[in-house]
């Protein structure tokens, strides 16, 4: 069955500090890998995809992520948060004919001054 | 690109009332995607047009739910005799096929509904 897992579900950062979220996929085929990042009361924002290629992919607001096949991961990293980062962040794969995505169930990114 | 616009923002009702909501999605777009998101939780999908056909259903959409993209342009999407079940962010999106694999979906804002 095709699903995602975002493990944490709530994590508190200080400003300045590295962040890093987790992600990991279930997908029958090759999958397309994304992070939305949402504010409260509002839609998603695609912050960057993964089709095929570089493993490590740019996205905005200086984020990154990377897939790792073997370990069906696709985690989204930032060296240095600001406050303007918390929000909620989601990872969803898709693929196939309807491009329809699979959310995670999101996490909850707090930044302390 | 004015992105996908939805409305209404928020709608309250009763239990009971229908609703409808409408979705606008970008002009050039093909494909527009109806989900739904509950506190705590990550967009769950409804249902998907490619032009005017509506293409695939999930089963969360129960026969109270009917959808429609009349000319394959906006859409519209309508709960009958609502439920506190429903109470949730419907959330519209829309992507432009032929572009490539996996084109990524631009959301709208989404309409909150509550049911009282």
């Known amino acids: 069955a095709q699903s995602v897992t975002q493990p944490d579900i709530h994590i508190t950062v200080s400003e300045g500090a590295s962040l890093e979220l987790r992600c990991n996929y279930s997908?029958?085929?090759?999958?397309?890998l994304f992070w939305y990042v949402q504010s409260p009361g509002q839609g998603l924002q695609l912050l960057l995809k993964?089709?095929?290629?570089?493993?490590l992919v740019q996205g905005i607001k200086g984020f990154e992520a990377e897939f790792k096949r073997s370990q069906s991961s696709f985690n989204l990293r930032k060296p240095s948060v600001h406050w303007s980062d918390a929000a909620e962040y989601f990872c969803?794969?898709?693929?196939?004919?309807?491009?329809?995505?699979?959310f995670g169930t999101g996490t909850l990114l707090a930044v302390q001054p | 690109d004015t992105g996908v616009s939805q409305n209404p923002r928020h709608k309250i009702t009763k239990r009971g009332q229908n609703v409808t909501f409408r979705c606008d999605p970008i002009?050039?777009?093909?494909?527009l995607y109806w989900y739904r998101q509950t506190l705590g939780q990550g967009p769950e999908f409804l249902t998907y047009?490619?032009?005017?056909?509506?293409?695939?259903k999930s089963r969360l959409l129960s026969d109270r739910f009917s959808a429609e993209r009349p000319k394959g342009s906006f859409s519209t999407l309508e709960i009958q005799r609502t439920e506190q079940g429903d109470s949730a962010m419907y959330l519209c999106?829309?992507?432009?096929?032929?572009?490539?694999?996996?084109?990524?979906?631009?959301f709208g804002n989404g309409t909150r509904l509550t049911v009282t």
């Open positions: 993964y089709f095929s290629g570089d493993t």
């Open positions: 997908y029958g085929a090759t999958p397309y």
């Open positions: 047009f490619q032009n005017e056909a509506q293409l695939e």
């Open positions: 969803a794969v898709g693929g196939g004919a309807t491009n329809k995505l699979i």
């Open positions: 999106a829309s992507s432009l096929t032929g572009t490539g694999v996996g084109s990524p979906l631009h």
């Open positions: 002009s050039e777009h093909n494909r």
